[in-house]
């Protein structure tokens, strides 16, 4: 299997990363009450070390009362947090790495198996966080801005801390996605509408303020999906028009790169073309893309997460579609979540010492 296109440089603004590899966000609840530990340093620094390019945090909230609905989830606000996260980004450039962390808000939530809740009630376009089931308020105009400038606080700390770049969470029934999902958003103020492309304000003005945050030379990608974790099947976006209507506004707000989730990456987006999200979106917006979707692994991540193991699979799709240019970076999540040394070993062809992935790597910190 020949991967050197997965090893050329990537360079972008901020961005100087020896491969095309990138660690994808997941989600880990190690972070008592949102403060990273020195074992969450650990953590990065070991994909670092291992050679991944580009490691993106787990999903870190903004300081919004209500924007997470797990305790063990890390803040990226207030004291503690922001010097855990200075440990975190020190460990990774001293191992060779470079990072960006993953700023969110979850929106109108499930509540939480372990029955802690936030001081507030969770917050969205709606009291929905899907049709049906009401768990929250929707968020008054005030709202909305506190919101947006929390955002605009958390990237230009990323950047104070001496990250590398920042990503927008903007997929998977988050709160950004929440208000693209005619689902969940059937507001009748500007935050509304009937097309995709007017349901994306809130992002748009979300995008425009980390970047007047930043600056033009700091790096931002945001992170979105078609699909919904309430409908795996759903698409947002049915036609490459309504693709281009939604994503463009986005790019001329600042987005450098889009970060395109699907569940399988080889599957195509629309018919009559094998281009998957991520392909389109860099043929409809002309900027950068990261693919993802259970690369390196015969088994996709929501049947992985439910207890189904997945063995190590065959790379030579993936790098088909990256000879061919279809995108500029590659997400990988499980494999590295279970295995640091992931990357280097494709890099050195030691196939024979991948790993498989089951739900028990997801218990502790590796």
């Known amino acids: 299997m020949n991967t050197d296109s997965l090893f050329r440089p990537f360079s972008l603004k901020s961005l100087n990363i020896k491969n095309r590899i990138v660690m994808a966000p997941m ?14 340093a650990s953590y990065y620094r070991k994909r670092a070390a291992g050679e991944v390019g580009l490691i993106l945090s787990e999903g870190t909230v903004i300081e919004r009362i209500s924007s ?21 980004i020190h460990n990774v450039h001293q191992a060779g790495g470079q990072m960006g962390p993953q700023i969110w808000h979850m929106g109108v939530m499930d509540n939480h198996h372990s029955g802690w809740v936030p001081s507030a009630p969770f917050e969205g376009p709606s009291a929905f966080n899907k049709p049906g089931f009401e768990n929250g308020k929707a968020m008054t105009e005030s709202d909305i801005a506190d919101t947006i400038a929390a955002f605009g606080r958390a990237a230009a700390d990323a950047k104070r801390l001496g990250f590398d770049c920042v990503e927008i969470h903007g997929a998977h029934g988050y709160l950004i ?19 995709l492309a007017e349901r994306s304000r809130f992002a748009v003005e979300v995008i425009k303020e980390v970047r007047k945050q930043v600056g033009e030379d700091f790096a931002v990608i ?3 999906s078609q699909w ?11 036609t490459p028009a309504e693709l281009e209507a939604w994503l463009n506004p986005m790019a001329d707000a600042g987005v450098d790169i889009f970060h395109c989730s699907q569940r399988r990456f080889w599957e195509p987006e629309f018919e009559g073309s094998d281009l998957n999200f991520a392909g389109w979106a860099k043929k409809v917006t002309g900027k950068s893309t990261i693919t993802v979707g259970s690369v390196g692994l015969n088994g996709e991540f929501l049947a992985a997460f439910a207890g189904e193991s997945s063995q190590p699979s065959s790379l030579d799709e ?20 279970a295995d640091p040394n992931w990357v ?15 739900k028990e790597a997801l218990a502790q910190l590796i």
């Open 27 to 40: 989600t880990r609840s190690f972070s008592p009450d949102g403060v990273p530990t020195p074992e969450v």
């Open 68 to 88: 997470s609905n797990d305790k063990n989830i890390p803040h990226f606000y207030g004291e503690q947090a922001l010097a855990g996260w200075q440990s975190v």
């Open 177 to 195: 996605d929440q208000f693209f999902w005619t689902g969940t958003n059937d507001r009748k103020d500007q935050y509304g509408g009937k097309t």
């Open 222 to 224: 945001i992170r979105l």
């Open 228 to 238: 919904k974790p309430q409908d795996y099947t759903h698409q947002l976006a049915k």
């Open 318 to 337: 993936l790098v088909r579609r990256m000879d061919r240019e279809d995108f500029d970076l590659v997400a990988v999540g499980r494999p590295l979540l």
């Open 344 to 358: 280097q070993k494709i890099h050195q062809n030691r196939t024979d010492e991948l790993k498989g992935f089951s």
